[in-house]
Nanobody, 124 residues
Framework: QVQLVESGGGSVQAGGSLRLSCAAS????????VGWFRQAPGKAREGVAY????????YYTDSVRGRFTISQDNAKNTVYLQMNSLKPEDTAMYYC?????????????????WGQGTQVTVSS
């Protein structure tokens, strides 16, 4: 079982920044893929970025590449999503997710564990 706790959402103006945090339970942290997903009202859930906790490789969906950065602090069992140059279309509920193993994807059906979500609202 993997517990995930997100924090860091909020409201910003376009062009602003936010950092989301995802704290994972300690006992399984070293063997996970951690992904960030988002879901806007009336839209399907979308994969944003992922990172395997065992190495430094990262992957981003095209719409956020160059603006968002996923990173981790192994000492804190925490994965971050730094979001810069935010746009109104980034407005969504953001979810942290995890799957055991290091074969990472951006398909939500591949992830078993989910956080409660944190709202990000970007105004124009």
């Amino acid at each position: 079982q993997v517990q995930l706790v997100e924090s860091g959402g909020g409201s910003v103006q376009a062009g602003g920044s936010l950092r989301l945090s995802c704290a994972a339970s300690k006992n399984s942290y070293r063997s996970l893929c951690v992904g960030w997903f988002r879901q806007a009202p009336g839209k399907a859930r979308e994969g944003v970025a992922y990172i395997p906790t065992g190495d430094s490789s990262t992957y981003y969906t095209d719409s956020v590449r160059g603006r968002f950065t996923i990173s981790q602090d192994n000492a804190k069992n925490t994965v971050y999503l730094q979001m810069n140059s935010l746009k109104p279309e980034d407005t969504a509920m953001y979810y942290c997710s995890a799957r055991v193993g290091w074969v990472c994807t951006l398909r939500d059906e591949d992830y078993k564990y989910w956080g409660q979500g944190t709202q990000v609202t970007v105004s124009s």
